[in-house]
């Protein structure tokens, strides 16, 4: 199917910032039908998009330049204005961060309870073998965190076993070693480890 793809061919995305039934009234509908650009006012925010800019969206999903779609509901209905200002000014100087760098998820232990260590340190783990970590964005009230606020550590420990004799780090591992343990994987499904 060949669509015929116009500049002028204007999608409207609105986000209304009161319950619906308070907000449909004549004046907020003739604003939406008449936006021809991004509109901010008291009860909705109007995004408006090309057809062919949607199309151009999804397509830069794909590595095969073929239609894989867009997040158009979190881009513009519920991204903040902060979001397009920066587009609006930074223009073709974004990049995805993929085309700069390798983007993966982190280490996922599914054993939280041995990696995490209480910043207390009971097991008096040696300071090598602890790095800070946040465990949840709630830890930190601001963007720059604060190293001495946080409430875990977690255990890294990168040599073998005969290579740390003598360190409570090995007697940390030992006693997780030594006992029943369960890792949790998905929603409610666990599994235990001897």
Not at 66 to 71: A, H, P, Q, V
Request: charged share 35%; hydrophobic share 35%; with cysteine.
């Amino acid at each position: 199917m060949n669509l015929s793809l116009k500049d002028d061919d204007l999608i409207r995305f609105v986000a209304f910032k009161i319950p619906y039934e308070s907000s449909i009234y004549t004046d907020n509908f003739l604003s939406i039908e008449d936006a021809k650009k991004r509109i901010d006012l008291d009860d909705l925010r109007v995004n408006v998009v090309t057809r062919k800019q949607l199309l151009e969206e999804g397509r830069e999903n794909s590595d095969e330049n073929r239609y894989l779609g867009s997040k158009w509901g979190a881009i513009y209905l519920k991204a903040p204005d902060i979001y397009f200002t920066i587009r609006e000014k930074a223009k073709n100087k974004l990049v995805k961060l993929g085309n700069i760098a390798e983007v993966k998820f982190g280490v996922k232990t599914g054993a939280h309870k041995f990696f995490y260590i209480p910043k207390s340190n009971p097991f008096n783990i040696e300071e090598e073998f602890l790095k800070p970590v946040i465990k949840s964005p709630r830890e930190s009230k601001t963007i720059l965190i604060n190293p001495e606020k946080l409430k875990y550590w977690l255990f890294v420990c990168p040599y073998e076993k005969e290579e740390i004799k003598g360190t409570n780090a090995l007697k940390y591992i030992e006693s997780g070693e030594s006992y029943e343990k369960y890792i949790k994987q998905g929603k409610d499904i666990k599994m235990f480890l001897l």
